[in-house]
T-cell receptor, first 111, second 111 residues
Framework: SAVISQKPSRDICQRGTSLTIQCQVD?????MFWYRQQPGQSLTLIAT?????????ESGFVIDKFPISRPNLTFSTLTVSNMSPEDSSIYLC????????FGQGTRLTVV | GENVEQHPSTLSVQEGDSAVIKCTYS??????FPWYKQELGKGPQLIID?????GEKKDQRIAVTLNKTAKHFSLHITETQPEDSAVYFC??????????FGRGTSLIVHP
């Protein structure tokens, strides 16, 4: 099973600023994803991070707000841009080959 | 697309009792059904999964059953312990497609 390291684990940010979350997988994986999980809710897929090309975003999520990088098969970043209190949530990185695994999450609070 | 319904949203049991969480799915082509456990402050962890070519899978106190005809699958936890308290998510996917998650069940095991 893949081990996923995600950082930061939590942060408190001022509205209008941006935060970049990093995700490192201990082995090369084909697919990497970013999810948002609001308090007490299920996981909502933000986008699929594609290696060497632009990320594929789900309905309701746009690149200007959530730019994603994936420079290689083990690393990805998600930036939450121009944050507002509505962006307060847990952000999760996930990878999948035969099974899907998750990082420990980044708990973001925007004040 | 796939739609996964999960029940109950909250389940409270006494230590030593059994707990059952049920999920239904809509896409008859789905063939992979994982279950995740999410403890407070952590990312979801894969605890057991089942593929469509089997009807039941067991791992110590945890078992999962699948009824492809009825399109439902269930998680069974026997002899529950306080450390089983967590949020449990079911998911369904077709091949290497991105899994669709249920809304989660908060399991509380009272000592």
């Amino acid at each position: 099973s893949a081990v996923i390291s995600q950082k930061p684990s939590r942060d408190i940010c001022q509205r209008g600023t941006s935060l970049t979350i990093q995700c490192q997988v201990d082995s090369q994986v084909t697919m990497m994803f970013w999810y948002r999980q609001q308090p007490g809710q299920s996981l909502t897929l933000i986008a699929t991070a594609n290696q060497g090309s632009e990320a594929t975003y789900e309905s309701g999520f746009v690149i200007d707000k959530f730019p994603i990088s994936r420079p290689n098969l083990t690393f990805s970043t998600l930036t939450v841009s121009n944050m507002s209190p509505e962006d307060s949530s847990i952000y999760l990185c996930s990878s999948r080959d035969t099974e899907a695994f998750f990082g420990q999450g980044t708990r973001l609070t925007v004040v | 697309g796939e739609n996964v319904e999960q029940h109950p949203s909250t389940l409270s049991v006494q230590e030593g009792d059994s707990a059952v969480i049920k999920c239904t799915y809509s896409d008859s082509a789905s063939n992979y059904f994982p279950w995740y456990k999410q403890e407070l402050g952590k990312g979801p962890q894969l605890i057991i999964d089942i593929r469509s070519n089997v009807g039941e899978k067991k791992d110590q106190r945890i078992a999962v059953t699948l009824n492809k005809t009825a399109k439902h699958f269930s998680l069974h936890i026997t002899e529950t312990q306080p450390e089983d308290s967590a949020v449990y998510f079911c998911a369904a996917s077709r091949g290497s497609y991105i899994p669709t998650f249920g809304r989660g069940t908060s399991l509380i095991v009272h000592p």
